[in-house]
């Protein structure tokens, strides 16, 4: 709504502005003053849109009070009303930056044109103002997530100053959420999203996006349960939006400097969504409590075990091996004999994943396990196992390093089509979440973040290269949702589309811009 001043020592003459006004047919708030004074004192504590003022005024004349208002709220609109048809006035109106000089008695439709005239410039200043918001946001986030990602100084610095004008700010957040999604969920209206949120789960956060499948939620309030929150956000996600999310929770972060470290750590907690498909939060660094592992079915452990054996993802082996250990020490239900029976399953499952395993080893391995006493010791046989199967993946590294280079090629190749690890991981016989870590440790980049490199710089080649429309750029690098690309985008270079296209704006550039 606009707001609008009207200056004037002559009540009938506010009343006049007043019922021009309402001819106008729109919502204004309007305030009145009855000399410059007073006018003064409204403009230093209200916004003001447009001030209609009177030229000769106790107090302060209008070309005072114009001049006056111009140094307290540069964008005012001021429009001047006069009964002196005097040239001299106009002139010096007009360098206090007063928009139209109007003689009284007023005309309605003199009054009509001017409004017109100052509303229009009031509605160009709001856009401007919004761009230019929006440019500082996208900048801000470009600059935050490349030290997200780089970890460079300079980055946060960049960041913290086109975000919130200053370093304290933006250090305040100190706990970290990583969401994600196997459905590009994030491509959603984010505006909506982050304002149903905010609705919801009545607290502070900064969002970022950091592709169509992960999203990261900074928070500043140092004395919540986070494990708590992160389940108000899938309880959100779940009932808005009907979608599974899941959630990886970061302890506190004691300083801005452990936020990539914390980052890339948040990523591997939540590769647990593959073989933990009934959980959806994920608490980095708390080991499962005896009472967490009574939840867990035998069956539930026993299958994830298997599949580590069978794509021989040692990183998820020795965790599930560590719970299932826990599990038998905690439980003490189970018989003698079924214990064992559970492990030396463990123990032929790895000697069969082993080509070059010796059978009569397995035999003798499996008999010595059955003529146990203690818990430890059936433990022990089957950890030995283990480190077997860990030594011959060590060994097959090589072949490993050739699997990640068909996948980026496929990824280089097929970026246009729908990607994640699920669907790269059948490719090469891996299980999504190994593949995720394998392809980490050899690139040092997250998968999802791969894609998301390939996409957007073959979007900047297409932009710089051809006619194609945006929207068909969009779709021809795999992402369906026009808006989400352009807000992408941005957020990746640090420039719209259309300034990449028009070459006026560039990744050597962006500084310039601060």
């Known amino acids: 709504m606009i707001t609008i001043l009207i200056a004037d020592d002559e009540k009938l003459e506010r009343n006049g502005i007043k019922f021009l006004l309402k001819r106008e047919n729109e919502e204004f708030q309007i305030l009145e003053a009855a000399n410059g004074k007073e006018a003064v004192g409204i403009l230093q504590k209200k916004h003001v849109d447009i001030l209609f003022s009177d030229i000769k005024m106790p107090y302060l004349t209008g070309l005072e009070l114009a001049k006056q208002a111009r140094e307290m709220q540069p964008d005012i609109e001021i429009v001047i009303f006069s009964g002196y048809n005097d040239f001299s006035y106009a002139k010096e109106a007009l360098h206090y930056g007063v928009v139209d000089y109007v003689l009284k008695p007023v005309d309605p439709i003199e009054f009509h044109e001017t409004f017109l005239k100052v509303k229009q410039n009031v509605m160009e200043r709001d856009v401007r103002k919004e761009q230019y918001t929006k440019q500082q946001d996208y900048l801000g986030k470009y600059f935050l997530l490349n030290y997200l990602y780089y970890g460079k100084s300079e980055d946060w610095t960049k960041a913290a100053e086109l975000i ?7 250090g305040q957040y100190t706990h970290m959420i990583l969401a994600g999604s196997a459905d590009h969920f994030f491509e959603v209206d984010e505006e909506k999203l982050l304002y149903q949120l905010r609705e919801s789960i009545q607290r502070q956060f900064l969002y970022l996006n950091l592709t169509a499948g992960e999203s990261l939620f900074l928070f500043k309030e140092k004395f919540s349960d986070y494990g708590m929150v992160a389940e108000e956000l899938y309880q959100f996600f779940k009932n808005k939006y009907n979608t599974e999310c899941y959630f990886a929770v970061r302890e506190e972060i004691s300083d801005y400097q452990e936020m990539p470290n914390a980052l890339s750590e948040l990523e591997k907690v939540l590769e647990g969504q ?17 009472d967490d592992m009574e939840k867990i079915e035998d069956s539930e452990v026993l299958k994830s075990i298997t599949e580590d054996i069978k794509y021989k993802d040692v990183i998820h082996l020795r965790q599930d091996f560590k719970k299932l250990e826990q599990k038998y ?8 004999m079924y214990v064992k029976f559970v492990f030396s399953n463990v123990i032929k499952e790895v000697y069969e994943a082993i080509s070059s395993a010796d059978v009569k080893e397995l035999s003798k391995q499996v008999d010595k396990l059955y003529r146990c006493r203690k818990l430890q010791d059936v433990i022990d046989i089957t950890d030995k196992a283990v480190q077997e199967l860990e030594k011959y993946v060590q060994e097959q590294n090589q072949g490993f390093r050739e699997e990640i280079t068909k996948i980026k090629s496929y990824i280089l190749h097929h970026y246009a089509e729908n990607l994640n690890a699920e669907i790269l991981a059948k490719r090469v016989y891996l299980s999504p979440g190994y593949l995720s870590a394998i392809f980490k440790e050899e690139t040092g980049v997250n998968l999802n973040r791969f894609i998301r490199d390939i996409r957007m710089n073959k979007a900047k080649e297409l932009l710089e290269n051809t006619n194609m429309k945006i929207s068909q750029i969009s ?4 992402i369906s949702n026009n808006s989400y690309f352009c807000r992408s985008f941005r957020e990746y270079f640090g420039s719209t589309p259309e300034s990449c296209r028009k070459g006026t704006v560039n990744d050597e550039s962006i500084d310039s811009q601060i």
């Open 274 to 290: 593959f073989y933990q498909p009934k959980h959806h939060v994920f608490l980095w660094g708390r080991e499962d409590s005896p």
């Open 329 to 336: 020490r905690t439980e003490k239900q189970f018989s003698e």
């Open 164 to 170: 919130y004008g200053n370093d304290n700010e933006l």
């Open 475 to 478: 779709k021809s690098v795999g």
